[in-house]
Each structure stands twice: as structure tokens, then as C-alpha cells.
């Protein structure tokens, strides 16, 4: 055990805490970003340090720091332990956690092509082969970037846990910004925010298909400036996999927190329209919508092997034939409403404590081909890859808006529209679901950048989808 | 770590380097936040972080590394990896240079005692006790922070900052209410913690049992706290040199041009008495005021030194770290203040609403700065010059140009709002014609 870990815990121990554990982390990141042909960033981070959350006198504290010698361990085991007896001023029961199997394990990460062993140059040769791809006359920026890390996370625990393990990220995405001089039109690939992100080495650039892609969002944003304005009324919608996404995340990822629903997140991110009395009892969509919680899945960005509190990764479904089933919890939010506990406690760093974040939230593939989908749809519109999106603080009442789309009159594709944003409540939203596309459209979108929390954390989530059909929604809105 | 500690590590990875010109900046400090939820402390923590930033220059190459283990071997290793990153790289025919001396000050202090762990608690405390008397529940936060920041390069820049800041926020929470209140400080003991318990919980309590109302344009009131999360967007949409690059600006081709009436005046000082001061950027560079908008007429963006250089201008001072995907941001974000009284305001309105705050806010449009989001903790509905009743939340799809256009009136005080190392300082604005899209249930 390093020295570090043992001296914090063992000190812990000693000055009253009955639950603590350490997080030490080494993480290696490297950011690269080319704009019209200049290089933006090249930059690399490296960054160790540690954290010790504790329980004494039934409350919780957290500290952390950089370094990472024996006493220091000791410091800041002291400081939490401090921390949490000030908690303890305010406490109206004691901070309980529910009981969990506790694994000692060491699980790396293999991958092809460790992205680290690409020198940069050839990477920047790639993405300045990519920027030529997407120059042409209206084309303001062309943006292309990649993203890479590798960390290794040591969890002990007084309960005995002592988990290692490797995390290895892969991402990249491309985009363009065309104008005419009176507006603007951007176009992503494979997603807008940074693209595609994925627990895989060097080889899920390689599969990406950047290069393919390139021309086709290019001359797309162009397509665009000249293109009508989405029309406004009520239609049936097709939303793509990237979309549906950001749908999932914000509709679905964010109000099962059980955090969040029990008013832990009120201060900033806000409560959840699914209170406990719902569970288990409330019709959240229509039979055909499957929606999982997987931290299972080998590549998926939003999975792991344990969270942070040393639960295993499950798959758990959050909604089951249109009924609203499970909760993302930690080991103290299910204790609270009797629950398993699910894993799904991450921090960003080690300088943060865990909270509740999504794992993989994922809308299981349907039947139908988008053939099917488009075929049964009089009026709607096909729309895909989010361009703007705003929900309120119970995750109710959302708009959000995508970078294309196009019209669907007599169950044929027609032309193509700009701006599209559609917006509804949440649960009448997902009611509406008649359709979703079969597993050969499915993909997991690996999305890098979910903030929550106080301090604020940005975590690695990702969501699965396929098409998914949803009838008479309000689509467009007016503010002139 | 001190100052001279601080000021050791920058000049010692400077000279380390054989790069053309190289700039280590080093930012860290302690910070220390007590969160509170459902009437009791649920999160309490704290860091003492320090992360070293290398950014070398060979040629017209520039790349840079960063590491958090400040020893003599990775402070070396960090500047190696900078140099190797740099000699992979292709070069940047935009580059100019890093920031030459400007002859700003080299130092800047402003520190306050930091309340330790039972102090915060026992803050905490008076409000949780606050909020149980009147039935309410409390969720917020005390957040207390040290930083630091010290920065040399190879062209004669050194300096060091150092500031405190403490931020109170409480929001108070009914069956089917709520109310929001915060304070900032460069001194906790600045805080009015009564002020804050007494603005959150009485908007809370006069916001019980909402009425609908259907969305439509109604004349607004916002107060600072919206008016901080409506503009929000402007600030890395329009502000920018990168913005008026990029298109995304509604001030590019409208320099000179008197846009809004005469009232409205925003620009950025990070040394304004109405701010929480920054001295110099995340360069080294002097942060001058620089005015966007001035009595109506579009004035100036800010820049970083990149994009100073690569036009034949002055840096404004207003560089984030290197490298930044936003390059520029306004720190120190003010709306300048205007003639009327709050009451007078309200009075003013026939029919329309009072918005404690906005929520959720994102672009529709970047060029028109068409903006979404909804309202939260706390909305009214004004009648005859009067608040008279709680209205469920409303979603509004508002572009700030217009809504800037259509203000009736700015009250004579403002807020100073401290979020993530920026600030903005803004008042109190009567708009016309706002336009509210949709509802929500509660």
C-alpha cells in the first residue's frame, strides 16, 4: 500500500473517523486543437495528488492536495477529519452507508494503439489533412481537435477496499463555421462540444471517419445559409443518435440523480420532478422506451470497473417498458431509500469528492428501420447533433435546438431546414415515443464535459441511442 | 506556498529553458467550500492545489505542458516535454510573441483571514436555524478562497497576485416556493449574512402557491442576479477579438455605431472599485478598462496577447491561461449604473414581472444573442405598479440586443456577483416587450 494512502487512513482511523477512504490519482492528459490551419493548442498536463473523505461524529469532510508524501497524508487526513466535526454542527442524523461487497482488485486497460505513443506531429499532420478537407469560400473557421488521457486511481478504504485502475480516453472531433455575412451555420462531426469520446486507445480516431465526414459537414453548413428556417407548429419528430444524446442526458441522466432528487444539488444544478413516491409507479414514457444505466460497457466513456465509493459497475434500468424503475444512487442516498446500491459515485479529480453522475445512460434499439420510422410520418421533421439546449431546474420543461434537419411531408425526406429547436415536458415528451430505430443505427456517444456540483466537476458520461420517433411535438419558437 | 515560494518555482523553470521565449505560470492557493442542503451541511471540503503551465517558443513554433509536482525533476520534465511538444510542432505564422513588460504593477495583494472550518459551520448554522423557523428548507453555499498567481517569462514579465474572496449563497425552499440571495466579498467579514437570509427567505415566502399565467412579451424587472445569467452568453459569444474573428459577434462591423440609447454603458476593469480586483491577466499584462458598449454607441472588445499582437494592438489584459479555447474573457464584467430608485421601477410597471433570477440560459442564435432559459427562485407579477402575486416559472427566448434596446430604466445600485473566478457587477434593468415562450408546472 503506498505510504501515502496507509498513513492517511491509519490517521483517519485514529482521530475518530468510522468510514474513510483515500483516492490517489496520476492522469496524464494531452489536448491538441487546429484552427484554419494554425495550431491552437498543444499542450499536455500531468497531475498527481490525493483526497481523503471521512466520516466522524456522523457528518462528512474532504480534503485534499498535490503532495503525496506519508506525512502529508497524515496532514490532510487531519484537516478532513476537522472539516467533518464542523459538519457535524449542523447535522440532523448521522451520515449512514449502505453495505457493500469490498473488492480488492487491479484492473487495467487494454487497448490497440496507446494514444500517447502517436507523436504529435502525426497527429498534427492528420488534422491539418482534415483542415484542407473542410476549406472552401464561406467557410470561416474549421476547427478540428483531439483529446487524450490515461490516469491510474488507487481506492482504500477503512472498510479494507484497495482497488487500482487504468483509465484510458480517446476523442476528436471536426467542425466548420460557414457565414454569408449576415448569419452563421456550424456543422459537426461526429457531435458538436469536441466530437466523439471513447474508453479506447489511439485505434477509435483511426474509426472515426473524420476524413470521410470532412466534405460532406462542409459543404452542409454552406447548404444551410441558403436553406428556410425551420417551420413552427406541431409535428412528429425523428431524432437522430447524437441528438437523442443530449436528450437523454437532460431529460433522463440528470432528474434520476438521486442526489439531486433528494435536494443534495438544490444550491446550483437544482431538484428532480422524479420524487421516491414516483418510483417504480410512474408511467415516465411509452411502452417502447428501454432506457439502461450501464457502467459495464467496455468502451462506453460514461463506464468504469468500480466507482468511487468501490461498488462494482452495474447495468440497471432507469426506465423498463415506459415505467420510471431506478435511480442513479451512492452507498448513503440508497441506504436512505432502502435501495442497492448501483455505482455510480465518480469524481472529476482527486481534489474532488465523489457525487452522483451518470454512467452510461442508454435508450435500448428498437425494430425499425429509418426507412420505417420516416415512412410513418405525414408531417415532422428528421433532425440530429445539438446546437443549443436549456431545461428548467426540475427537468421538466426543455428546448433544445440542432445544427440540421430536414423536413418529412407524405413519409419522404424533403428539404433541408435550419435551426431547428423543438421543446416540451419531459414525461409527455418521451410518452410520445411510437418508434425507435433498430441496433444497426445505435451508437454510444462518449460526451467528456457534464458539469454538476459545488465546487464544480466536469465528467466523462456517455449515452447510447438509436433513431428515435416522437409524435406532435412543439417544434420552433418564436421571439420576434 | 508564499509569494517568494511562488515566485521561485516560475523564475526557476524559466531559466531551465533553451527555448526562444518561455513563460511558466504558476496558479494555485486554498480554497474551502461548505455546501448545505435540506437544513445541514452534506458537503464540506477543501484543496490545496498549485498547477505549473509551460508555454515555450521556438520560432514561430509555441506548445506547452503542465504539472501539479512542483519538484526541481518534474518542474525539468515539464519544460522538457514543452520543448519536444514544440519542436513537433508546425508553426503558427500568426504568432507574434509572448507578452513584452508593460510597465503595469509587478505585485498585488489584497488578503484576508480565511474563516476556518467551524466558523463556516457556524454561519451555515444561522441560516439552516433561520430557514427552520420559518418552515423553509436551506440549500447554498459558503465557498472561501486563496489565490495565487505568479507568472515570468523570458521577455521580463514577472508577477505575483494574491486575493481572497468569500461567497454566501442561500436559496430557501417551500413546498412550492423558493427564494435566492448572494453575497460576495474580498472579506468574509464584508458579507451581510442577515441581508442574504432576509432577501432569500422573503422571496420565498411571498412566492407561495404560484398562479399560472400564459407566456407572452410582458414588461420585466430583473434583478441583478437575472440580469448576471441573461448576459451571461455575451461575454464569450461578443466581447472577444476571437468573437469579431469568428463572426460570432454582433459588435463586428458596428464599431462607432450607436446600437442602444444613451443609458447603457458595460465594460471590463479588473480594477474597479466596483469589482473583485484582478491587477493583470493570466499573461502578466496591465487589465485596463476597456468599454464595449459606452452611452449606446459599440466601442471595443478585449483581447490576449496572441491577437493583440497578430493585429498591431495594445494587450487589454484580459488573456485566461495559455492555452485557452476562449482565449479572452471579461473578468470584471460591469453594467454602469443608472438613475432610478428599485421602488420607482416597479412602480413604473402597469402590468409585468419581477425575475429574481434566471436559470439554464444558452444561444439560439450567437450572432443575434437570441438566448433561452427559464426563471427560478422567485417570480412575481407586477400590476399597477405593484408586486402582486407568485407566478410558475415561464421559459423566455429573448435575444439580449433587443431586449438592451427595449430598457426603460437601471436602477441606481448594483450587485457584484462572483462566479468561477469572474465577476460581474450589474443593477437592476426595467425591459419592455420580453419575451417569455413556454411554461413550466411548478
Known amino acids: 500500500m503506498d505510504e501515502v494512502i496507509e498513513r492517511a487512513l ?28 494554425e495550431v491552437k493548442v498543444a499542450t499536455t498536463r500531468r497531475s498527481r495528488g490525493f483526497g481523503v473523505r471521512v466520516i466522524v461524529d456522523g457528518a462528512w469532510g474532504f480534503f485534499s492536495s498535490v503532495n503525496t508524501t506519508g506525512e502529508e497524508g497524515e496532514r490532510v487526513a487531519k484537516i478532513a477529519v476537522e472539516i467533518a466535526k464542523a459538519s457535524s454542527k449542523t447535522k440532523i442524523e448521522d451520515a449512514k452507508l449502505k453495505d457493500i461487497e469490498i473488492y480488492q482488485d487491479r484492473v487495467s486497460q487494454p487497448v490497440k494503439i496507446d494514444p500517447f505513443s502517436i507523436p504529435m506531429n502525426k497527429k498534427i499532420a492528420f488534422m491539418l489533412d482534415l483542415d484542407k478537407l473542410m476549406e472552401k469560400e464561406g467557410i470561416i473557421v474549421r476547427n478540428s481537435s483531439m483529446h487524450f488521457s490515461k490516469e491510474w486511481k488507487t481506492f482504500a478504504s477503512l472498510e479494507g477496499a484497495y482497488i487500482e485502475m487504468e483509465r484510458i480516453v480517446s476523442g476528436a472531433g471536426i467542425q466548420v463555421i460557414a457565414t454569408d455575412g449576415r448569419e452563421i451555420q456550424v456543422r459537426s462531426y461526429p457531435n458538436s462540444f469536441g466530437g466523439d469520446y471513447a474508453r479506447k486507445g489511439y485505434e477509435f480516431i483511426e474509426e472515426m471517419k473524420l476524413a470521410e465526414n470532412a466534405e460532406r459537414i462542409r459543404d452542409e453548413a454552406l447548404q444551410l445559409l441558403k436553406t428556410r428556417p425551420c417551420p413552427t407548429g406541431k409535428m412528429d419528430l425523428i431524432i437522430g443518435p447524437y441528438q437523442m444524446a443530449l436528450q437523454l442526458h437532460e431529460s433522463v441522466g440528470h432528474p434520476t440523480e438521486l442526489d439531486r432528487v433528494l435536494g443534495e444539488e438544490a444550491s446550483f444544478a437544482g431538484t428532480s420532478f422524479l420524487t421516491p413516491e ?120 426543455f428546448q433544445f435546438g440542432t445544427e440540421i434537419g430536414y423536413e418529412i411531408k407524405n413519409g419522404k425526406i424533403q428539404d433541408m431546414v435550419k435551426n431547428p429547436t423543438y421543446s416540451g415536458i419531459t414525461y409527455e415528451f ?51 | 506556498m508564499n509569494k517568494e515560494n511562488m515566485l521561485e518555482v516560475v523564475n526557476k523553470a524559466v531559466s531551465l529553458s533553451k527555448a526562444d521565449q518561455v513563460e511558466a505560470l504558476l496558479v494555485g492557493g486554498e480554497s ?76 498585488f495583494e489584497e488578503v484576508y483571514e480565511l474563516p476556518d472550518a467551524e466558523t463556516r459551520a457556524e454561519i451555515v448554522k444561522k441560516i439552516v436555524n433561520a430557514s427552520k423557523k420559518h418552515g423553509l428548507i436551506s440549500s447554498g453555499k459558503f465557498e472561501v478562497e486563496r489565490s495565487q498567481i505568479a507568472i515570468k517569462n523570458s521577455l521580463g514579465i514577472e508577477r505575483y497576485e494574491e486575493r481572497t474572496v468569500a461567497t454566501l449563497k442561500n436559496i430557501a425552499m417551500g413546498d412550492t416556493s423558493s427564494g435566492f440571495s448572494q453575497e460576495s466579498a474580498m472579506s468574509f467579514k464584508d458579507i451581510n449574512v442577515d441581508k442574504v437570509i432576509e432577501e432569500s ?19 420585466v424587472i430583473l434583478s441583478p442576479y437575472a440580469v448576471t445569467e441573461f448576459l451571461s452568453s455575451m461575454k464569450y459569444l461578443s466581447l472577444t477579438e476571437k468573437n469579431i474573428e469568428e463572426g460570432t459577434s454582433f459588435m463586428k462591423g458596428h464599431f462607432g455605431e450607436k446600437m442602444f440609447n444613451d443609458m447603457i454603458t458595460f465594460y471590463d476593469d479588473g480594477l474597479d472599485n466596483n469589482t473583485i480586483k484582478m ?20 466601442e471595443n472588445v478585449v483581447n490576449d496577447s496572441f491577437y493583440a499582437y497578430k493585429l498591431g494592438k495594445e494587450p487589454t489584459g484580459h488573456s485566461l491561461p495559455q492555452p485557452s479555447e476562449l482565449g479572452a474573457y471579461p473578468m470584471n464584467f460591469i453594467f454602469e449604473k443608472g438613475k432610478s430608485k428599485l421602488e420607482d421601477m416597479i412602480s413604473n410597471v402597469e402590468k409585468g414581472l419581477f425575475v429574481q433570477r434566471f436559470w439554464y440560459t444558452n ?12 426563471t427560478r427562485d422567485g417570480l412575481f407579477l407586477i400590476e399597477n405598479g405593484k408586486i402582486t402575486r407568485p407566478i410558475k416559472h415561464l421559459r423566455f427566448t429573448e435575444s439580449i440586443i433587443t431586449a438592451l434596446k427595449n430598457c426603460l430604466e437601471i436602477s441606481d445600485n448594483f450587485k457584484i456577483i462572483y462566479e468561477g473566478g469572474a465577476v460581474t457587477t450589474v443593477p437592476y434593468m426595467r425591459i419592455k416587450d420580453f419575451n417569455f415562450s413556454s411554461a413550466t408546472e411548478f
Request: proline letters at 4%.
Open chain 1, 10 to 37: 491509519i490517521t483517519a482511523k485514529k482521530l475518530g473517523a468510522t468510514y474513510a477512504d483515500v483516492r490517489l490519482i496520476k492522469k496524464s492528459v494531452e489536448d491538441l486543437t487546429l484552427t484554419n490551419r
Open chain 1, 278 to 397: 414516483k418510483l417504480n409507479n410512474f408511467q415516465f414514457g411509452s411502452k417502447y422506451v428501454n432506457i439502461v444505466a450501464d457502467a459495464t460497457d467496455p468502451y462506453a466513456l460514461g463506464g468504469f470497473p468500480y466507482d468511487d465509493e468501490g461498488v462494482k459497475a452495474k447495468k440497471i434500468y432507469l426506465v423498463k417498458e415506459g415505467i420510471f424503475v431506478g435511480y442513479l444512487n451512492s452507498r448513503e442516498t440508497s441506504y436512505k431509500l432502502g435501495l442497492e446500491p448501483m455505482g455510480a459515485m465518480r469524481a472529476d479529480s482527486f481534489n474532488r469528492i465523489p457525487i452522483i453522475r451518470m454512467t452510461s445512460i442508454n435508450l435500448e434499439p428498437g425494430n425499425s428501420t429509418l426507412e420505417e420510422l420516416i415512412s410513418g410520418v405525414d408531417n415532422g421533421l428528421l433532425i440530429d447533433v445539438n446546437k443549443s439546449w436549456s431545461i428548467d431546474q426540475k427537468r421538466l420543461n
Open chain 1, 430 to 480: 418521451w410518452r410520445s415515443l411510437d418508434g425507435v430505430g433498430n441496433e444497426s443505427y445505435y451508437h454510444i456517444l462518449g460526451i467528456p464535459n457534464c458539469g454538476k456540483g459545488e465546487p464544480m466537476q466536469v465528467m466523462e458520461v456517455s449515452h447510447g441511442s438509436s433513431y428515435a420517433r416522437f409524435r406532435n411535438v412543439n417544434v420552433g419558437v418564436k421571439h420576434e
Open chain 2, 32 to 107: 474551502y467550500l461548505t455546501g448545505f442542503a435540506n437544513n445541514y451541511i452534506h458537503r464540506n471540503v477543501g484543496e490545496e492545489t498549485y498547477d505549473l503551465s509551460i508555454r515555450v517558443v521556438i520560432g514561430k513554433k509555441v506548445a506547452s505542458a503542465s504539472t501539479t509536482d512542483l519538484s526541481y525533476e518534474s518542474i525539468k520534465s515539464c519544460v522538457d516535454t514543452a520543448e519536444t511538444l514544440c519542436k513537433f510542432q508546425k508553426d503558427n505564422e500568426e504568432f507574434v510573441s509572448l507578452p513584452k513588460e508593460d510597465g503595469g504593477e509587478k505585485y
Open chain 2, 201 to 219: 427567505l422573503d422571496t420565498a415566502l411571498k412566492g407561495r402557491s404560484p398562479s399560472s399565467i400564459e407566456p407572452s412579451k410582458y414588461e
Open chain 2, 279 to 298: 491587477a493583470f491577466d493570466f499573461e502578466g499584462m496591465k487589465k485596463k478598462r476597456v468599454y464595449f458598449v459606452k452611452n449606446g454607441v459599440i
Open chain 2, 363 to 374: 444561444p439560439m442564435d450567437p450572432v443575434n444573442l437570441v438566448i433561452t432559459g427559464m
